[in-house]
């Protein structure tokens, strides 16, 4: 080969060039495949938001992301979650109000193509900044579409090499934001799903009716997985001879199967137990051989129990089949578990031996029934989540039953991937009652 056959420099310059453009885009190619999972791998909406915003200023290197969430006529944002600010400069934003989408936020509302700016100072729509805000030089800009409406804004600024948003960076985030509308729908989608679901499952669910004298409270909250039906349920009711029933149950499954089982035990089951005069085990029997007549009898744990005054002080009477303790909680503040053999879940082998158990309770006592949702938790032993319910229960013993039971629900050990029911009772003054 002659030396004129050699590339000229600019060729090779050009070549290098093109390769480098080549290993950008291969590179990109796989980050934004990474950006995928990552984006759809969550359902919560606003993780999903903030995933977005998160993940274009690593595929761009911009420093400053955001994304402008519009009304519902489209004219203005209704929500900005931004990202990228210090703790210095967020507080020198504190009391300045969100953007509502002016400026060259309103330009892009208006006119949703990419936008590209080098300078927001010299821009003729640039409205500047409120006091106090970073300084921002250049922007890139592109709407996020959802099933043909225009959902929100991506906005990035700053790239950290200090350069201006090329033409690679917007096709970049022009691709993750068909990406991000996919994400975004999902997300929105399971919303509404889960939203259905536990509409759903609250109407199964009774209204605690008046129990007057006793004070008490419930809470019923839903799985976290999409369209989460369970099978978890509360009741109570008073009896006569002024008695008070109250039972918790958690069918096996989380489906509209698992919803449907549910309903129709508890409503045998509150027919049952209002013959005060037989045992809270004999009710649990009777049910247990009911089911067994079905075509396919569900699993399902429960505990039936009920405050009877008795020589003038109120007495606990319980049968369980297969479900966790009663707990305790002492007018003083202390707790414990009325621990006892589980007995064998409904549904299992009808006609085997269940046990009634007895408890003297004082006035001012609060029982309190959960389901396992409340306490179990992947990983962990349910002695340890049995203990940090009891340690929960203890810091709010001077709480209403119904504040109670929220306390529990919210601060418990249960990391909700199981939906969980609670139900409290607390005893009153035995004017009256008890008392012959």
Sequence with gaps: MSMLDLPRSSD?????EQMHALA?????????????VDITGDLELATVLRRIVRTAMDLVGARYGALGVLDEEGRYLAEFVPLGLTAAELGDLGGVELPRGRGLLGHLIRHPEPLRVDDIAR????????PGHPPMHTLLGI?????????????LSERRDGRPFDRHDEGVI??????????????RLYQRVRKSAEQFQRALLPRLPDLTPFAAGAVYRPASFPAALGGDWYDAMLLPGGACAAVIGDVVGHDLQAAADMAQIRNMLRALYYDWGTPPSSSLARLDRLMHAWDEAPIATALLARLEPAEGAWHLRWSSAGHPPPLLVLPDGRVRFLDTEPGTPLGVAAGLPRPDQREAVPVDSTVVLYTDGLVEVPGQSL???????AATAARYAGRSPQELCRALAENGPSDGRDDMAVIALRTPPLTGYGRT
């Design 24 to 36: 950008r885009a291969q590179n990109t190619l796989q980050e934004l495949l990474k950006a995928v």
């Design 174 to 187: 022009r691709a993750l934001a068909g990406t991000a509308a996919i994400a975004i729908d999902n997300a």
């Design 143 to 155: 709407a996020i579409t959802v099933r043909g409406r225009i959902y929100g804004n991506l906005y």
């Design 12 to 16: 090779l310059d050009r070549i290098g």
């Design 123 to 130: 821009h003729p729509e640039s409205a500047g900044f409120p």
């Design 383 to 389: 002695d340890q989540g049995l203990a940090e319910l």
